[in-house]
C-alpha cells in the first residue's frame, strides 16, 4: 500500500473532516508485513498509524489509530481483498474496508474502498474511490471521495507526477460530518529506498474548490518487512 509523502507547508484553521484523501494500494503480499506513518498538518493535528500484513495472496489484514495531537481519537480493523496483484497482473485491482471506533466505543467512521493501482514502462497510474460514513460531534454522513495520481518516472527509484482529490457527492446526513464539493490537485514525488523496503515520497494539493485549508500537506513513511 504505497502512499505519498506530504511535506508541511502550511497550516489552516478548519473543521475535523475537511482533509485531503489518502491514496491506498494493493499491498502488501502474502507474507510481508507493512508499518506506516501518516501525519497532516493542513488543519487538525492528525496522525494515523497502520499495521496490516499479508495472510495469503489475496487477504490482508491489520489494524490502525488515528490520533489528534497526542490524543488518541479512534482505532480499528483494516481488511483489504486484493483480486489482483500489481506487481505480477496488468492492473492490480483491490477492495478495502476500514472501521474505525471512537473514543466512546461508538462507530466513528465505515468506509469501502475500492483500489485500482497500474504500473507501466516509465509510468505508475493510481486511483481510489470511496463509500464513507461518519460521525463528527454528534453528526452522522455519508459521502462518496475520491483519490488519484499519475507519475511518471525519474530513474529507478523516484517517480514524479501530479496528484488530486476530494469529497465528491454527499448522499445524507449533516455537511459537518460528510462533506462534498471539495477538490484538491498539486504536485507529487515518490522516493523507494533500501531495496523497496522504505518509501517515502513529497506532494503539495492545493484547493481548487469548497470549504477546507488553501493546501494540505503531509507526511508519510513505510515500512515493509
Do not use: C
Amino acid at each position: 500500500m504505497r502512499h505519498l509523502l506530504l511535506l508541511p507547508l502550511l497550516f489552516a484553521t478548519v473543521p475535523a473532516f475537511a482533509q485531503v484523501e489518502e491514496l491506498d494500494q494493493v499491498e502488501p503480499g502474502k507474507g510481508e508485513w507493512q508499518a506506516e506513518y501518516l501525519g497532516s498538518y493542513g488543519g487538525t493535528d492528525d496522525h494515523q498509524i497502520e499495521v496490516i500484513a499479508g495472510l495469503t495472496d489475496r487477504l490482508v489484514l491489520g489494524v490502525q489509530a488515528e490520533f489528534e495531537g497526542r490524543v488518541l481519537e479512534g482505532w480499528g480493523p483494516v481488511a483489504l481483498y486484493r483480486f489482483s496483484d500489481p506487481e505480477k497482473d496488468p492492473v492490480g485491482i483491490g477492495l478495502e474496508t476500514q472501521i474505525e471506533i471512537d473514543r466512546g466505543g461508538r462507530l466513528g467512521e465505515a468506509e469501502l474502498r475500492g483500489i485500482v493501482d497500474r504500473r507501466a514502462p516509465g509510468w505508475w497510474l493510481q486511483a481510489n474511490l470511496m463509500l464513507r460514513y461518519q460521525r463528527d460531534e454528534g453528526a452522522r454522513g455519508t459521502n462518496v471521495a475520491y483519490a488519484t495520481s499519475v507519475q511518471h518516472a525519474l530513474g529507478d527509484k523516484a517517480w514524479l507526477g501530479i496528484e488530486a482529490s476530494g469529497r465528491a457527492v454527499r448522499l445524507g446526513g449533516a455537511p459537518q460530518a460528510a462533506a462534498q464539493g471539495e477538490h484538491y490537485a498539486g504536485p507529487s514525488l515518490t522516493l523507494e529506498l533500501a531495496d523497496d523496503k522504505l518509501e517515502l515520497g513529497a506532494a503539495w494539493l492545493q484547493r481548487l474548490a469548497g470549504a477546507g485549508p488553501k493546501s494540505e500537506p503531509r507526511l508519510f513513511v513505510q515500512f515493509t518487512f
